[in-house]
């Protein structure tokens, strides 16, 4: 593929937020990102007519999208199907997401993104198990009948699948996982992500020294944040070193309790941006089967028929717009899409930088999304 340089709008590199620069694509790759003036006079240019020029965003939980559960994928194809999906909405790189199931369920998954990550199936990062060692009173949509404590072989094959694929993201809740599975899953290289649970602000600090370095949806399926109880929530926001991901919906957290989350992470990476998409995310499909349940489309959320949440109709463009909302800098909120999920993950994603793959989102003046590159190759050319 020829060098050419997209040039005519802002670019946000990851961090920075850049006037009159372009970004250099040469093979698939970033090959700069210099200021105009400095471009090569043969550089073929193509122009974007405004807006702002990112790094594909990064989305940590997927459980679905094109019409399909993860519980649904069979193999790469699958993968591969639900990852379009989110590619065209403008998350590049995904963590395919298990909602609580069966064991034979978890094994398929893990197997099944295994297989993926091998063939190299653009835009699958690794696997996201939330669940189901979680606290059945805080399950939210998940089947209190798939919940249970974490075994000796439950934890030995978490810490073999973390071992095999290219990231593994666990949720879970202190409720149903010692501080030593903690610690044991967070050694065998494990992100493990604290979720779905009603502890106390105590017991999260001690799973945070054991090695959970993650929250799971702040504020979601977790108890409420007290001035006497902080719980979850609160021990999150206190924490120094603790990332917490974060449905910014408008429905998930209210508007409010964004800037009061922002305010107290202040600077990228202490918050990243999550869809908690379902199979319905890149359809105009209404409803889908969720174990047996109906989650219906309705106003810009996903419910079951009792009014529970279920997973979001949600992209990270919107949740970006949500968070600018907030009180967020535009280039704090892109963080939260790109290099801070990426940072979490350990992935190489989420930057424009000499090397990285050139999955690009071109945004316009309201950060809507107007075009999509993975690879350097345009998505609908």
Same mark, same amino acid.
Request: proline share 6%; glycine share 14%; aromatic share 2%.
């Given at each position: 593929?020829? /060098?050419?340089?997209?040039?005519?709008?802002?670019?946000?590199?990851?961090?920075?937020?850049?006037?009159?620069?372009?970004?250099?694509?040469?093979?698939?790759?970033?090959?700069?990102?210099?200021?105009?003036?400095?471009?090569?006079?043969?550089?073929?240019?193509? &122009?974007?007519?405004?807006?702002?020029?990112?790094?594909?965003?990064?989305? +940590?939980?997927?459980?679905?999208?094109?019409?399909?559960?993860?519980?649904?994928?069979?193999?790469? %194809?699958?993968?591969?199907?639900?990852?379009?999906?989110? %590619?065209?909405?403008?998350?590049? =790189?995904?963590?395919?997401?298990?909602?609580?199931?069966?064991?034979?369920? =978890?094994?398929?998954?893990?197997?099944?993104?295994?297989?993926?990550? !091998?063939?190299?199936?653009?835009?699958?990062?690794?696997? #996201?198990?939330?669940?189901? #060692?979680?606290?059945?009173?805080? *399950?939210?949509? #998940?089947?209190?009948?798939?919940?249970?404590?974490? =075994?000796?072989?439950?934890?030995? &094959?978490?810490?073999?699948?973390?071992?095999?694929?290219?990231?593994?993201?666990? =949720? +879970?809740?202190?409720?149903?996982?010692?501080?030593?599975?903690?610690? $044991?899953?967070?050694?065998?290289?494990?992100?493990?992500?604290?979720?779905?649970?009603?502890?106390?602000?105590?017991?999260?600090?001690? *799973?945070?020294?054991?090695?959970? &370095?993650?929250?799971?949806?702040?504020?979601? !399926?977790?108890? /409420?944040?007290?001035?006497? !109880?902080?719980?979850?929530?609160?021990?999150?926001?206190?924490?120094?070193?603790?990332?917490?991901?974060?449905?910014?919906? @408008?429905? #998930?957290?209210?508007?409010?309790?964004? @800037?009061?989350?922002?305010?107290?992470?202040?600077?990228?990476?202490?918050?990243?941006?999550?869809?908690?998409?379902?199979?319905?995310?890149?359809?105009?499909?209404?409803?889908?089967?969720?174990?047996?349940?109906?989650?219906?489309?309705?106003?810009?959320?996903?419910?079951?028929?009792?009014?529970?949440?279920?997973?979001?109709? +949600?992209?990270?463009?919107?949740?970006?717009?949500?968070?600018?909302?907030?009180?967020?800098? /535009?280039?704090?909120?892109?963080?939260? !899409?790109?290099?801070?999920?990426?940072?979490?993950? @350990? +992935?190489?994603?989420?930057?424009? $930088?000499?090397?990285?793959?050139?999955?690009?989102?071109?945004?316009?003046?309201?950060?809507?999304?107007?075009?999509?590159?993975?690879?350097?190759?345009?998505?609908?050319?």
């Amino acid at each position: 593929m020829a /060098p050419r340089a997209f040039t005519g709008a802002r670019v946000f590199d990851g961090e920075r937020i850049l006037g009159g620069h372009a970004v250099c694509v040469e093979a698939g790759r970033v090959v700069a990102v210099e200021p105009e003036a400095t471009l090569a006079p043969g550089v073929p240019r193509e &122009r974007l007519g405004g807006g702002l020029l990112a790094p594909g965003f990064v989305d +940590l939980q997927v459980n679905g999208g094109g019409g399909l559960m993860l519980s649904e994928a069979g193999g790469p %194809a699958d993968l591969a199907r639900i990852a379009e999906a989110h %590619a065209r909405r403008g998350a590049t =790189t995904i963590l395919p997401t298990l909602i609580s199931d069966t064991e034979a369920a =978890t094994e398929a998954a893990i197997a099944a993104v295994a297989e993926a990550a !091998a063939e190299e199936v653009p835009g699958i990062a690794g696997l #996201h198990l939330e669940g189901p #060692h979680l606290d059945p009173a805080k *399950a939210g949509a #998940h089947d209190p009948a798939h919940l249970r404590p974490m =075994t000796g072989a439950d934890l030995d &094959r978490l810490a073999t699948a973390a071992g095999k694929l290219p990231c593994l993201m666990v =949720t +879970l809740a202190p409720e149903a996982a010692g501080m030593a599975q903690i610690r $044991a899953l967070a050694e065998a290289g494990a992100v493990v992500a604290l979720g779905h649970t009603g502890c106390d602000a105590g017991t999260a600090e001690r *799973a945070f020294s054991a090695g959970a &370095r993650v929250v799971t949806h702040l504020f979601n !399926a977790m108890a /409420p944040m007290g001035h006497r !109880a902080p719980g979850l929530a609160g021990a999150a926001l206190a924490a120094g070193g603790v990332d917490a991901g974060i449905i910014a919906d @408008g429905h #998930h957290v209210d508007p409010r309790m964004l @800037g009061v989350a922002l305010r107290a992470k202040a600077g990228p990476g202490a918050l990243f941006l999550v869809s908690d998409a379902m199979a319905l995310a890149g359809t105009e499909a209404e409803s889908f089967a969720l174990g047996g349940r109906t989650v219906r489309r309705d106003g810009g959320r996903l419910t079951l028929d009792d009014g529970t949440l279920a997973g979001a109709d +949600l992209d990270l463009a919107r949740a970006v717009r949500g968070m600018i909302a907030a009180g967020a800098a /535009p280039e704090t909120a892109l963080a939260m !899409a790109t290099s801070a999920p990426a940072r979490v993950a @350990g +992935l190489e994603a989420g930057r424009l $930088a000499p090397g990285a793959r050139a999955d690009l989102v071109h945004l316009d003046d309201t950060f809507a999304l107007r075009r999509v590159w993975r690879g350097g190759v345009a998505l609908g050319d």
